[in-house]
């Protein structure tokens, strides 16, 4: 979500007369976008404050703008904590961005809103970002989120269609559609179109290759979205659907609205109505009062399921959230860490025996750009893949036969 709103902010600045550069000595103006989901993402953020303040006291033209989950409602006490920035203004908020701009004199007029929108293909990528939910109505217990981006609120179908249409035009060939729980989308909207609609609506857009979404949510995903993803050819077979926690208490405690048993019978139902399927899942350890036996439950989970990707993260208590409010962090650091690392592990041995599977293999790849001297891009099912060719790749398909497999990538070579 802040990769695609760091893209509209340039796409904004870009028709403002501004240009993307490299080093932050010689910029004029700064966006900082600011993630707080963890104290230690905080910490990187209040760090980079600082760093700009000491650039500032150099180049006191220098502008600083900050966005992103860092920006509560109330930015009274972040303007008096850092008087050097120039503008605060809430993730996705862009009016107030706007009307600092105009301020400033930058050429704006409000239908750079919509314009602002359309940029997200910036850079050279084939791939788009796209919000099609804005916010969060769940209130885990854990989770800063709802208290950041606000209450959920779609975007119209229509609309979406129509950025999707001119993103296409201009050489688009990727979305993926962005919302903290994309399967909430549209109960807000007139005549509640749901995710399986709207991607019904964007399959039969012509020059459109692949269609991806994140995230699910294990409480709320529905039958018809899992038989629309297997039937949709553009629909990516690949889902990210956060677990969380593998034990029932736990997932009690943080407010997730299902169990365990629950959550290994829809991993059967989707893996028996869509065999392709590749599945990523998030876990925190250390959350308050995880005892051996709830991690041990967790560990058993992933060993059990053999998700191709598991993203973790040590709790870390946010203000203002229940769990911080009611339960103690009274899991140590080290002992966090231990369960961190010993997920890792495992994950290492599991993604690296299920991508061994397609060694001497043929797959199909959107080519999305080049580092160094290699291709890269990703399968349906989001396996990221290198390749060494001469010839201009970006954008396309290309059928890749794998030679080598790591637990975090493939590579190959290109098949004419
Ligand atoms: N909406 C998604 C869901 O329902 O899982 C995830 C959104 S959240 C911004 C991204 C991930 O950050 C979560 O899946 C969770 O694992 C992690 N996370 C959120 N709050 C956290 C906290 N207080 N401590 C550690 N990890 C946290
Ligand atoms: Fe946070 Fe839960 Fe909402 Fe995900 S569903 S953003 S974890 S409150």
Known sequence: MNKAESRQIAGYLDSAGYQTINSLSDADLVVLNTCVVRQSAENKVLGTLGLLKGLKNKQPNLQILVTGCLVNSNTQELETRFPHVDLLFKPGD????????????????????????????????????????????????????????????????????????????????????????????????PGHPDLADLLNELSSIDDLVRIRFLTNHPKDISMKLIDTVASLNKVCKHLELPVQAGDDDILKTMRRGYNVKRYRELVHTIRRKVPQISLSTDIIVGFPGETEEHFERSLSLIKDMKFDVVHVAAYSPRPGTLAWREYQDNIPASVKKDRLNKIEELQAAVASDINLQLQGKEVEILVEGRKNVKWFGRTQSNKLVFFEDTGDWLGRLARIQIEKTSPWSLGGKVKK
């Open 94 to 189: 862009y009016y107030d961005l706007i009307a600092w701009g105009k301020k400033q004199g930058m050429p704006i007029e409000q239908r750079l809103l919509r314009y602002t929108r359309n940029h997200a293909c910036m850079d050279s990528s084939p791939c788009a970002l796209i919000s099609i939910i804005q916010g969060c109505d769940n209130f885990c217990s854990y989770c800063i989120v709802p208290y950041r981006r606000g209450r959920e609120v779609s975007r119209p179908v229509e609309e979406i269609v129509c950025e999707v249409e001119v993103l296409v035009e201009r050489g688009i060939k990727e979305v993926t559609l962005l919302g903290q729980n994309v399967d909430s989308y549209g109960h807000d909207l």
